[in-house]
């Protein structure tokens, strides 16, 4: 799956950010310099198209909605205003399915991380748009926002969907779910909570499956791949996909005592 597509109404323009914006956001050369930074990333900087509504939303919305990544424990209650359930979405990629299970469960928090400027400010919009008071963003890297601001024990869910399938052999080592992250993962859910995948990539579903199955935090709530639940709803992409004949496999995992 690519990201090519954009939000409603938008022409798709290289338009630049201003200083001060473009100050405010995190640069993938900042992501190297934070702490322990040693680690292959998932993703690759790349400046990619802007729309000039994203731009807007980033110029006007980013303070209010965006948490910048600091490398210490985030108060979660403090974040949202309020004590909550909290989801951790990782690569919201233009935020269409957060926006509809952020409207769909409202009251459940839900703190969606992603790199890209144009997923951001396309994020930025639906929550303006929306009314969504539930959702807070962090522009970073999620490996490091999770090892470094996520306390152990504290999420009730996270939700991984259609992560980058990385598919030549070279670049495996770029896919996000591997044991080391997994495991890091499972120990910032509380018992009880949920890790929820989802990709249309059958090898790396494949993994998926084996990497989640080997943790010992972790417990298969399904006899293997488990159906797309209600909260989940089906993206264009996945739409396209499926009428083009691919699959797409959901795994739900529960974190054990
Ligand atoms: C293929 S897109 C899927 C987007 C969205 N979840 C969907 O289903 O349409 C994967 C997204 O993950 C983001 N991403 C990849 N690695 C990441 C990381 N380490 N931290 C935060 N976001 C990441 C990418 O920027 C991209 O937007």
Redesign the pocket.
Known sequence: ???TSTSKGDTAASAPLSSATEAALPSSSQALNSPGAAHI???VHRRGHITQGQRDALERLLDLWSIPYEPHKLDLAAAFGRQAPTIL??????G??TEKIAMSRPDDNFLG????NA?VGSMLKRIEASQLQNVRIIQ????E?VRDMIAPDTLDGVH??????WPKKRHHKRR?IQPPFVALLASRVKPGGYVHC?TDWEQYAQQMLEVLGNDPLLRNAADGYAPRPEFRPQ?K??ARGLRLGHGVWDLMFKRVG
């Open positions: 799956m690519t990201m990333r998932s993703f979405e990782i690569g919201f990629g233009m269409e399915t991380v992603e790199v890209f997923g970073h890297d999620a490996v926002v991984v969907y259609f992560p980058d399938p996000l989802a993206t992409f996945e």
